[in-house]
């Protein structure tokens, strides 16, 4: 398989590029049009590539996640025009697959690390999805068997995603099974705020909030978000998101976190190496599909992204290629039981990939 050939990660999301599209924000008020809504449009549409690769893996056996299934629509068959069911969701191909196990895995050992660390504090901990899309984790995190309890997940995006999130929610029996029906909350910085309890199980005090808010028109202030305490120790995730956004912008949002919260923790997935032939392949397929990452010009690297970080305030720094990920993360056994789904044959296009994304990871007050 040629590197023009070779699918790319973005198509995982998870944010927000291939979904979890992440730069992710809407328009501030209503509606907008022209060539920004249209832009708008395109990056929205990244997240149903990711909600199709998340299904992928779990069809396949490579993830559980029993939500999935819930935020990808299923596709009428061709020329199709009346009831009944639509075309079997499509699967992806098996270096797709193990990407978004990959990553989702790494992402999930985190996110314990960060609730395990902080659950002696007595506080809610707070996690904070950026341009959050069709992901399901809030989903799974609320049913784990670990039981988690006090967990206050905040979701941000495009005001036309979360409307699509706050209907599912009241009207799919297996999410409404979970979570109350999304009240709304007086919110100045957005159009309207929601919030649902997990009401399965009151006594966790788990609860879900949603911010319809586009991300260029961040407050300077995250906590003046309802239900957002600087008081408690907060994840912030972004999975292929803030390299959606212009450099500036991105970092503004970082830091408006880091100078609030004093306990805070970050884990960024994004794409790296853009100028290496694959790099340039990849930058070129998504200018094919009206797609720009205008952060991957100033962070092109690992160390890069590791001084953003250290930049943005944070104490301690770490990273990951998605490819150390698996082979440093993964278990033997697991790997096995991974390699066993689906015939991989293109192991070094593999390694190249999978070396062009990177998670990184800081944390201030001691929750690395």
Same mark, same amino acid.
């Given at each position: 398989?040629?590197?023009?050939?070779?699918?790319?990660?973005?198509?995982?999301?998870?944010?927000?590029?291939?979904?979890?599209?992440?730069?992710?924000?809407?328009?501030?008020?209503?509606?907008?049009?022209?060539?920004?809504?249209?832009?708008?449009?395109?990056?929205?549409?990244?997240?149903?590539?990711?909600?199709?690769?998340?299904?992928?893996?779990?069809?396949?056996?490579?993830?559980?996640?029993?939500?999935?299934?819930?935020?990808?629509?299923?596709?009428?068959?061709?020329?199709?025009?009346?009831?009944?069911?639509?075309?079997?969701?499509?699967?992806?191909?098996?270096?797709?697959?193990?990407?978004?196990?990959?990553?989702?895995?790494?992402?999930?050992?985190?996110?314990?690390?960060?609730?395990?660390?902080?659950?002696?504090?007595?506080?809610?901990?707070?996690?904070?999805?950026?341009?959050?899309?069709?992901?399901?984790?809030?989903?799974?995190?609320?049913?784990?068997?670990?039981?988690?309890?006090?967990?206050?997940?905040?979701?941000?995006?495009?005001?036309?995603?979360?409307?699509?999130?706050?209907?599912?929610?009241?009207?799919?029996?297996?999410?409404?099974?979970?979570?109350?029906?999304?009240?709304? @909350? &007086?919110?100045? !910085?957005?159009?309207?705020?929601?919030? *649902?309890?997990?009401? %399965?199980?009151?006594? $966790?005090?788990? /609860? +879900?909030?949603?911010?319809?808010?586009?991300?260029?028109?961040?407050?300077?202030?995250?906590?003046?978000?309802?239900?957002?305490?600087?008081?408690?120790?907060?994840?912030?995730?972004?999975?292929?998101?803030?390299?959606?956004?212009?450099?500036?912008?991105?970092?503004?949002?970082?830091?408006?976190?880091?100078?609030?919260?004093?306990?805070?923790?970050?884990?960024?997935?994004?794409?790296? @190496? &853009?100028?290496? !032939?694959?790099?340039?392949?990849?930058? *070129?397929?998504?200018? %094919?599909?009206?797609? $720009?990452?205008? /952060? +991957?010009?100033?962070?092109?690297?690992?160390?890069?992204?590791?001084?953003?970080?250290?930049?943005?305030?944070?104490?301690?720094?770490?990273?990951?290629?998605?490819?150390?990920?698996?082979?440093?993360?993964?278990?033997?056994?697991?790997?096995?039981?991974?390699?066993?789904?689906?015939?991989?044959?293109?192991?070094?296009?593999?390694?190249?990939?999978?070396?062009?994304?990177?998670?990184?990871?800081?944390?201030?007050?001691?929750?690395?």
């Amino acid at each position: 398989m040629s590197a023009p050939s070779i699918p790319n990660l973005l198509s995982l999301r998870g944010s927000r590029g291939g979904s979890r599209g992440r730069g992710r924000g809407g328009s501030h008020r209503g509606s907008s049009s022209g060539p920004s809504a249209s832009h708008d449009t395109t990056i929205q549409g990244t997240d149903t590539d990711a909600a199709v690769s998340r299904l992928s893996a779990v069809e396949l056996g490579y993830l559980i996640d029993p939500f999935a299934s819930y935020f990808v629509a299923p596709s009428p068959p061709p020329f199709y025009s009346g009831p009944g069911p639509g075309l079997p969701t499509p699967r992806r191909l098996p270096i797709i697959n193990r990407g978004t196990y990959t990553r989702t895995t790494a992402i999930d050992i985190l996110i314990h690390h960060f609730l395990s660390s902080t659950f002696s504090t007595g506080k809610p901990r707070q996690i904070v999805s950026l341009g959050a899309g069709t992901d399901t984790r809030c989903f799974r995190l609320f049913t784990s068997s670990q039981k988690h309890q006090n967990i206050h997940y905040h979701e941000i995006d495009f005001p036309v995603i979360i409307s699509k999130k706050n209907t599912l929610i009241r009207t799919v029996p297996a999410l409404n099974g979970i979570l109350s029906p999304p009240m709304p @909350l &007086p919110n100045p !910085a957005t159009n309207q705020s929601y919030v *649902s309890k997990q009401h %399965a199980n009151p006594k $966790t005090g788990n /609860t +879900l909030t949603l911010h319809p808010l586009d991300l260029r028109f961040f407050p300077s202030s995250p906590s003046s978000l309802p239900g957002l305490s600087q008081e408690c120790p907060t994840l912030l995730l972004s999975e292929c998101c803030l390299c959606y956004l212009p450099p500036s912008t991105a970092s503004d949002i970082i830091t408006s976190f880091t100078s609030c919260f004093p306990s805070l923790g970050l884990v960024i997935y994004e794409p790296i @190496l &853009p100028g290496d !032939a694959f790099g340039r392949m990849m930058i *070129s397929n998504l200018a %094919a599909r009206g797609v $720009t990452m205008p /952060t +991957l010009a100033v962070y092109q690297t690992q160390e890069d992204q590791e001084r953003r970080l250290l930049e943005a305030g944070f104490r301690e720094v770490r990273s990951r290629t998605v490819d150390q990920i698996w082979e440093e993360w993964v278990g033997e056994g697991e790997r096995e039981r991974v390699d066993g789904l689906e015939r991989l044959d293109e192991v070094e296009e593999w390694k190249l990939l999978a070396g062009h994304y990177v998670i990184v990871w800081g944390w201030n007050e001691g929750e690395g």
